[in-house]
């Protein structure tokens, strides 16, 4: 038996190199022909994204803290405004982000 990593395998007729993985980063992808897909940008779900984080995290705080009277003169109470106030833009960011994922992994623009 001999410790030659090239020794062939008496059973198997193979060498020991072809038995071990080697990375070849300049060979062609698996499953394709080694191109890239072209890079788009954020698309127009993107924007949404943009557009709704924006509503969450600048329009809506700005309003609160600007006219703090405003879920009043809507006539909902105090412990409603301040528990709608918060949910509102959450549930809309959580859902635009879930749009705009799925279609990212589906492929859609």
């Known amino acids: 038996m001999?410790?030659?990593t090239t020794a062939r395998d008496g059973a198997t007729g193979a060498?020991?190199?072809s038995d071990t993985y080697v990375h070849r980063p300049d060979g062609p992808a698996v499953g394709g022909d080694g191109s890239?897909?072209?890079a788009t940008g954020f698309g127009s779900r993107g924007w949404?994204?943009?557009g709704v984080v924006a509503l969450c995290f600048?329009?809506?705080p700005g309003a609160v803290y600007l006219v703090p009277s405003l879920p009043a003169m809507a006539g909902l109470p105090?412990?409603?405004a301040m528990l709608a106030l918060p949910m509102l833009p959450a549930l809309?960011?959580?859902l635009v982000a879930v749009w705009s994922m799925t279609?990212?992994?589906r492929g859609d623009d």
Do not use: K, R
């Open 92 to 94: 809309a960011l959580g």
């Open 58 to 60: 600048l329009v809506v």
């Open 36 to 38: 890239e897909p072209e």
């Open 78 to 80: 105090y412990l409603a």
């Open 15 to 17: 060498t020991a190199e």
């Open 103 to 105: 279609a990212a992994t």
């Open 2 to 4: 001999s410790s030659d």
């Open 48 to 50: 949404v994204l943009v």
